[in-house]
């Protein structure tokens, strides 16, 4: 089941300041972003990872992580039962894909994919472990690179997280 996660005035300005904090540095140290949509800008960019992060992270009941990376974080968004993840966030208008370039593979245990609604509303199309990802992914050719994508039907709903305790996280999504 997809999960929609509304999140509040004061969670958003929490956002804007954190997207604000993150892009000016990148800016004066001259970091471009790997941005899949020529459209929007870094700090776009930025607001909307974490954007798709804080949902995840308030639909897990976690802390997000605030801190600046000027190269980017380490594939690892947040951190959940010994699980690292990594949050992609897609504008509703964009197609519902899972995708990551092939340039910066999938390096957390689990992928999630988040798809804005709306300026407050997330939902929370589904997960999938890093092994299943590379096995059933297609390519596919964008605007700056080549991909990997896999489709919503093919993700699993985030609960599968929630009751995946002691296992191992491919064991544990791919059992249910």
Do not use: W
Not at 25 to 36: L, M, S, T, Y
Not at 56 to 73: E, M, N, Q, R, Y
Not at 102 to 111: F, G, N, R
Not at 162 to 173: D, Q, S, Y
């Amino acid at each position: 089941m997809k999960e929609v996660i509304t999140l509040t005035e004061r969670e958003l300005q929490h956002a804007h300041a954190i997207a604000h904090g993150r892009n000016a540095p990148k800016q004066a140290a001259g970091v471009v972003d790997q941005r899949f949509d020529p459209n929007r800008t870094s700090f776009g960019v930025q607001l909307a990872g974490y954007l798709g992060e804080l949902a995840v992270a308030k639909a897990l009941g976690i802390s997000t992580d605030t801190s600046l990376h000027l190269s980017g974080d380490n594939g690892t968004d947040l951190s959940y039962r010994g699980y690292s993840l990594q949050v992609k966030t897609r504008i509703r208008r964009a197609n519902g894909d899972l995708i990551f370039p092939v340039a910066k593979p999938l390096k957390a245990d689990v992928a999630v994919l988040v798809i804005q609604q709306s300026e407050s509303e997330y939902l929370i199309a589904g997960i999938i472990g890093r092994s299943r990802f590379y096995r059933i992914s297609k390519p596919l050719f964008m605007y700056n690179g080549e991909c990997l994508a896999v489709g919503q039907k093919d993700l699993l709903p985030l609960q599968v997280l929630r009751i995946a305790k002691g296992r191992t996280v491919e064991n544990a999504l791919e059992e249910t």
